[in-house]
């Protein structure tokens, strides 16, 4: 549930693990992995038939199912050399395999490759799925399809798609994601482009895939790009930056699967200015944790949608650890304002499986990063139950409506309220190592106050557990020294 502890710096070791793929290293590991392409998976060894029932963990531990008795055959018709576009629908045969790419080749049509057939890939070359086309690569337990680097010494850049779907079932793809022009952590072996100003678009489909040795991440997801449902058993290892990049909005997808053994064992979500959940959905626990921010993010996580769209709820399933770029937030409710918000958090964890919202740095501090922010006037349904905030609190711009304790200029806090809620929504939690205050209760109204000290353990707060809210007058105890400042005990 850590990332690699190799990785401590995203600049510093993805370029150690770029230089070190293309020596001796990668050829060793591309090598070890080209025989996939006839050794195959059983159906019934593998991880849980349904993409949301736990965390997929390969019998063997090494990142594939166990061996079976492979039924591809030595191909008598191959190799086959492919000059240009697909413009017309083919089926690439595993007898007249291996299917040789020349150079970057656009796929218009469908094109479709059997069990048992493998394809490769000149170094920085990419297929590039667009208009009517797709690939359909759809192996069984024992014909595994293998898609990989013609010279295991020169990587090739990506599968990518521009929108069109495509579907990958028992293929092991290795030896890509060479980065070009683009940030390493930017780019994939397979990268999946949406249509941002549309909902999720489930164009990805894999079960019983594996994607090994990729220069960068292994699946990047971008635009509202999604995996399709029923995605299953995905296994990424070996990348020199993520298993995968997604857009923050599409994360439901993600399968089950095995995510470890990369250069950093987390799943990114990149964040930005279009990215924002807007969608119900589940960040499921895949084993790994999820990196909020990329470097050339603010690391901001956006859950809310405009007054004119349905109301929308984020679960977080027990045991999810969050992982925020130094400085990045978690809003609830983009807005501090009076309307009545219409995004939910619903947080649940267990004793035994708490969910952790913490800082991603290699040294955590108090402060790191911002902390979670309810605005506008959180729903009734809003639920922090064995939740861990740890090293939130860091300083802010903006202010809130409490009454000011000290020489502050802002009551910032591990977890801000912006508007006065129904009930004590956060139950069995912990703060850890606030640089400022616990809760920031930044309401102004004359009803209850909604105290926020049972039920909630306190550790390393620098201020206040809890700030203090005015009455609707926007009337404090005065002076200063009266307002209500439980402290750590």
């Given at each position: 549930m850590r990332e690699n502890t190799a990785a401590r710096t995203l600049q510093a070791s993805i370029m150690m693990m770029m230089s070190s793929r293309i020596g001796l290293g990668f050829v060793l590991l591309t090598?070890?992995?080209?025989?996939?392409?006839?050794?195959?998976?059983?159906?019934?060894?593998?991880?849980?038939?349904?993409?949301?029932?736990?965390?997929?963990?390969p019998p063997d531990g090494g990142g594939?199912?166990?061996?079976?008795?492979?039924?591809?055959?030595?191909?008598?018709?191959?190799?086959?050399?492919?000059?240009?576009?697909?413009?017309?629908?083919?089926t690439w045969t595993a007898d007249t395999s291996p299917h040789i790419i020349q150079f970057d080749t656009s796929i218009y049509k469908p094109l479709t490759i059997e069990p048992c057939a493998e394809v490769l890939l000149p170094g920085g070359a990419s297929l590039l799925i667009r208009n009517e086309g797709t690939i359909i690569a759809e192996g069984t337990a024992t014909k595994r399809i293998h898609i990989g680097a013609k010279d295991p010494t020169k990587p090739f850049t990506q599968i990518r798609s521009y929108?069109?779907?495509?579907?990958?079932?028992?293929?092991?793809?290795?030896?890509?994601?060479?980065?070009?022009?683009?940030?390493?952590?930017?780019?994939?072996?397979?990268?999946?482009?949406?249509?941002?100003?549309?909902?999720?678009?489930?164009?990805?489909?894999?079960?019983?895939?594996?994607?090994?040795?990729?220069?960068?991440?292994?699946i990047v997801?971008?635009?509202?790009?999604?995996?399709t449902q029923g995605s299953n058993a995905l296994?990424?290892?070996?990348?020199?930056?993520?298993?995968?990049?997604?857009?923050?909005?599409t994360v439901g997808g993600i399968p089950v699967g095995a995510y470890t053994g990369n250069t950093i064992d987390q799943i990114l979500l990149p964040t930005g200015n279009t990215d924002t959940i807007n969608e119900t959905t589940t960040l499921h626990e895949r084993g790994v944790p999820y990196a909020v921010g990329s470097p050339a993010s603010a690391g901001d996580l956006v859950l809310d949608v405009q007054q004119t769209q349905n109301p929308v709820t984020l679960t977080i399933e027990p045991g999810v650890e969050m992982k925020f770029k130094k400085g990045g937030v978690f809003r609830i409710a983009n807005f501090a304002g009076s309307n009545p918000a219409r995004a939910t958090l619903l947080a649940v964890g267990t004793p035994e499986k708490p969910i952790l919202f913490t800082s991603n740095e290699p040294t955590q501090a108090p402060g790191d990063w911002l902390g979670l922010r309810f605005g506008d006037i959180p729903t009734a349904q809003n639920k922090l139950d064995y939740v861990h905030v740890v090293n939130a609190g860091g300083a802010s711009s903006g202010g809130s409506g409490s009454c000011p304790d000290n020489d502050e200029l802002m009551n910032d806090a591990a977890i801000r309220i912006y508007g006065w809620p129904t009930s004590q929504f956060?139950?069995?939690?912990?703060?850890?190592?606030?640089?400022?205050?616990?809760?920031?209760?930044?309401?102004?109204?004359?009803?209850?106050?909604?105290?926020?000290?049972?039920g909630i353990k306190y550790t390393g707060i620098a201020l206040c557990n809890q700030t203090y809210p005015p009455n609707a007058a926007n009337v404090c105890p005065q002076p200063k020294s009266a307002v209500p400042c439980p402290k750590t005990l």
């Open positions: 090598a070890a992995l080209a025989p996939l392409a006839c050794v195959s998976s059983s159906p019934s060894s593998g991880g849980p038939a349904t993409p949301d029932s736990g965390i997929y963990t594939v199912d166990p061996p079976v008795q492979s039924e591809c055959v030595a191909p008598t018709k191959g190799p086959t050399v492919h000059p240009g576009s697909v413009n017309a629908a083919e929108g069109p779907a495509a579907r990958f079932a028992y293929t092991t793809i290795d030896g890509g994601g060479v980065a070009g022009n683009t940030a390493v952590y930017n780019a994939g072996t397979i990268d999946f482009q949406g249509d941002g100003l549309k909902p999720t678009q489930q164009s990805l489909f894999v079960d019983h895939v594996t994607i090994a040795g990729s220069a960068s991440n292994g997801l971008r635009d509202n790009a999604g995996f296994v990424i290892k070996g990348s020199a930056a993520y298993p995968m990049s997604v857009f923050a909005r956060i139950t069995h939690t912990e703060i850890t190592g606030s640089a400022t205050n616990g809760i920031d209760r930044g309401w102004r109204d004359d009803r209850d106050k909604i105290d926020f000290l049972d």
